[in-house]
T-cell receptor
Framework: GESVGLHLPTLSVQEGDNSIINCAYS??????FIWYKQESGKGPQFIID?????DKRQGQRVTVLLNKTVKHLSLQIAATQPGDSAVYFC??????????????FGQGTRLTINP | NAGVTQTPKFQVLKTGQSMTLQCAQD?????MYWYRQDPGMGLRLIYY???????DKGEVPNGYNVSRLNKREFSLRLESAAPSQTSVYFC???????????FGQGTRLTVV
């Protein structure tokens, strides 16, 4: 079955430092990838997305890198702030049961920003 | 613009009781989803509705039923709640299937 894994389930960084969250995926046919942020007690929030025809996309303080050769993507957060503390999920789009496309969520990485 | 609204936010059920979780979106999205999230785990898809009038099973549909009442509303029903269904339930919607999804705030359900 399809799987999504993360290299580091927890990550602690100092406020102001940059952080990198990694995500490995298994389905080479995935054509679209989303990063979500989930703060405690809230629903996941969209951060940034990238299509498979790109290898890099930048947003405000965030950059997503996609390496299709090794089926890996990363989320870089620049100049981290206390509000960046959350669980981050990558969600590749793949084919689920009955052939329908769906987003596959990994277990998430907990990012903690230390003051 | 409320986005995705779920009710209730919290619920405690006794084993065997039934209940319906409500979800409504005001973004005119075609696709809607129900996920469950257990401690330390990602989101697992229970059921989804690609468009009004259709529903399909996700990864973990057993013990649940859904109704796509209209384009705005997608409800999740537990006919006979079990302790294994203790979880946080999230409803989401997207413009089309498997595109950028917007999530509600979640329903924390405890079955005792």
């Amino acid at each position: 079955g399809e799987s999504v894994g993360l290299h580091l389930p927890t990550l602690s960084v100092q406020e102001g430092d940059n952080s990198i969250i990694n995500c490995a995926y298994s389905n080479s046919a995935s054509d679209y990838f989303i990063w979500y942020k989930q703060e405690s007690g809230k629903g996941p929030q969209f951060i940034i997305d990238i299509r498979s025809n790109m290898d890099k996309r930048q947003g405000q303080r965030v950059t997503v890198l996609l390496n299709k050769t090794v089926k890996h993507l990363s989320l870089q957060i620049a100049a981290t702030q206390p509000g960046d503390s959350a669980v981050y999920f990558c969600a590749p789009r793949g084919t689920g049961g009955q052939g329908a496309q769906k987003l596959v969520f990994g277990q998430g990485t907990r990012l903690t920003i230390n003051p | 613009n409320a986005g995705v609204t779920q009710t209730p936010k919290f619920q405690v059920l006794k084993t065997g009781q039934s209940m319906t979780l409500q979800c409504a979106q005001d973004m005119n999205h075609n696709s809607m989803y129900w996920y469950r999230q257990d401690p330390g785990m990602g989101l697992r898809l229970i059921y989804y509705s690609a468009s009004e009038g259709t529903t399909d099973k996700g990864e973990v549909p057993n013990g649940y039923n859904v109704s796509r009442l209209n384009k705005r509303e997608f409800s999740l029903r537990l006919e006979s709640a079990a302790p294994s269904q203790t979880s946080v339930y999230f409803c989401a919607s997207s413009e089309v299937l498997a595109s950028r999804a917007f999530f509600g705030q979640g329903t924390r359900l405890t079955v005792v």
